[in-house]
């Protein structure tokens, strides 16, 4: 779902044109983040509040390392999604687990903030193109749009898993339905760019979630029990290699352009 490209040049956006690197690496950060976030507040016993406050202190530096890159650089930009993958399900299941928040409940006040915050973005730069990230003020609208589809995308997977007792691979087959929905009336009908991928970015992640899910819960809790650490450093090295592809194709494309200018 590319939408085109920015005036102000592609080297000067911030984040990584949408190809289908993009989304494998997405569904990869998603996936892992659900697990991740399990394997610390569980399995390690440091539980939920602990395990917030050290991810979201992490997330931080990331943060402040991608803002300070001024281009899309792919390592600080994909260490920074995967953290605040793991910080957008921890904040969901504290409100869930931590304040009797009910997913329902936790779905609907996500979607407003959500729709709340592309409103002032909109209002405030006349556009939510990922492809025209190349101020301060749009990234930090993009990250909080990143942060909340994350949250959201978790509760929604929990709800629909869980609460309407699903189970895992039902829930994520039903989002990929629906994901592929939405592709075919992008490449098809003509449905809005935009809207085409921030739609399909807010489904990935109960999409990957539910088979994060399927894959690390144990067999009496309908999943496969290979575990969250398995499963999490199955897709941490898929994410690294991937990156690594993305890395060099970037050097690659930025000494192409070189040549030409």
Not at 99 to 111: A, H, K, N
Not at 184 to 199: H, K, M, P
Request: with cysteine.
């Amino acid at each position: 779902m590319i939408i085109g490209t920015n005036e102000h040049g592609s080297a000067l956006n911030r984040v990584p044109e949408v190809t289908l690197d993009f989304w494998l690496i997405k569904i990869m950060a998603v996936t892992m983040g659900e697990t991740a976030a399990d394997y610390l507040a569980v399995n390690l016993g440091l539980g939920l509040a602990v395990t917030s406050l050290i991810m979201s202190g992490i997330l931080v530096v990331a943060l402040i390392l991608q803002f300070a890159q001024k281009r899309y650089v792919p390592w600080a930009y994909w260490l920074a999604v995967v953290l605040i993958s793991v910080v957008g399900t921890l904040v969901t299941d504290n409100l869930v687990d931590n304040f009797g928040v009910r997913l329902e409940t936790t779905t609907i006040v996500f979607s407003a903030v959500l729709a709340l915050t592309f409103s002032v973005w909109y209002a405030s730069e006349k556009t939510l193109s990922i492809h025209t990230i190349f101020t301060t003020r749009r990234e930090i609208f993009y990250w909080l749009a990143i942060l909340f589809t994350f949250s959201l995308g978790t509760a929604a997977g929990d709800l629909v898993a869980e609460r309407f007792d699903m189970g895992y691979l039902t829930t994520g087959l039903i989002f990929g339905a629906v994901i592929a929905a939405i592709a075919l009336a992008w490449f098809f009908l003509g449905l809005n760019g935009i809207l085409a991928f921030w739609l399909a970015y807010i489904l990935t992640r109960p999409f990957g979630a539910s088979f994060g899910d399927l894959l690390s819960q144990p067999v009496e809790y309908g999943g496969m029990g290979f575990g969250t650490t398995v499963t999490s450093l199955t897709f941490l090295g898929c994410i690294v290699a991937i990156v690594l592809y993305m890395t060099l194709k970037n050097l690659i494309d930025e000494d192409e352009q070189a040549l030409l200018d």
